[in-house]
Structure formats: C-alpha cells, structure tokens
C-alpha cells in the first residue's frame, strides 16, 4: 500500500505562486510514476502533470510553463510548483501514484493511489 497526502493548497491572487507537496509513505516501486490532477467545479478531473521513476516529467499542454513537477527523493516528496496563476486554476489538486505507466500517463487508469486532495483557490 502507498499513502499519499498533499499539502501547500490555499488562496492566492491571481499572477501569484504556490508549492503543493505531496508526501508518499508506505510501499514504492523502481518504476513508479508520481502524478497531479485536478478538478474544478462541476468540471470533470484532469490531468496536471507527471513524473516518471526515470525522471522525466510531461505536462499537460495548456499549464506547459507555468508549472513544474519535482521530486525529493530523500524525502520521498513530489512537488508542484505553479507560478502566475489564473483563476481558471482554481481546483481541488489530486496527487496519484502508479507502479509503472500502463498506458498514456494522462489516463486514470496508470494510478492505483491517490491523495484526498487539496483546495487551491484564485482570486481574481
């Protein structure tokens, strides 16, 4: 089993920063791939960002820029660093893990664990 909690979530004005954390215990995997989601309201989840065990990382195409996906092994902490927010940001962050990437890393169905979330809001 992996345990997944995020942190950082909150309220910015829009052009601002926040770091969300996402802190993994339990089991890991050689292979694994760390993700964000979110979801607006009334709006489906979608993907944010991933990381896989080799390093790289792929985002979704429209938050290419402005926010990047980190990792600290030591701590065994995945990070999101999301700069000049918008208020169309606004949404509840997903951290997800998987151990290994089954099928387009977007897709839900690559991550078996995943986090309660956290609220970040944008003022516009």
């Known amino acids: 089993q992996v345990q997944l909690v995020e942190s950082g979530g909150g309220l910015v004005q829009a052009g601002g920063s926040l770091r969300l954390s996402c802190a993994a215990s339990?089991?890991?995997?050689?292979?694994?791939?760390m993700g964000w989601f979110r979801q607006a309201p009334g709006k489906e989840r979608e993907f944010v960002a991933v990381?896989?065990?080799?390093?790289?990382?792929y985002y979704a195409n429209s938050l290419k820029g402005r926010f990047t996906i980190s990792r600290d092994n030591a701590k065994n902490t995945v990070y999101l660093q999301m700069n000049s927010l918008k208020p169309e940001d606004t949404a509840v962050y997903y951290c997800?893990?998987?151990?290994?990437?089954?099928?387009?890393?977007?897709?839900?169905?690559?991550?078996?664990?995943w986090g309660q979330g956290t609220q970040v809001t944008v003022s516009s």
């Open positions: 997800a893990a998987g151990p290994y990437l089954r099928t387009s890393a977007y897709l839900e169905d690559n991550y078996d664990y």
């Open positions: 339990g089991r890991t995997f050689s292979r694994e791939i």
């Open positions: 990381r896989y065990g080799t390093g790289s990382t």
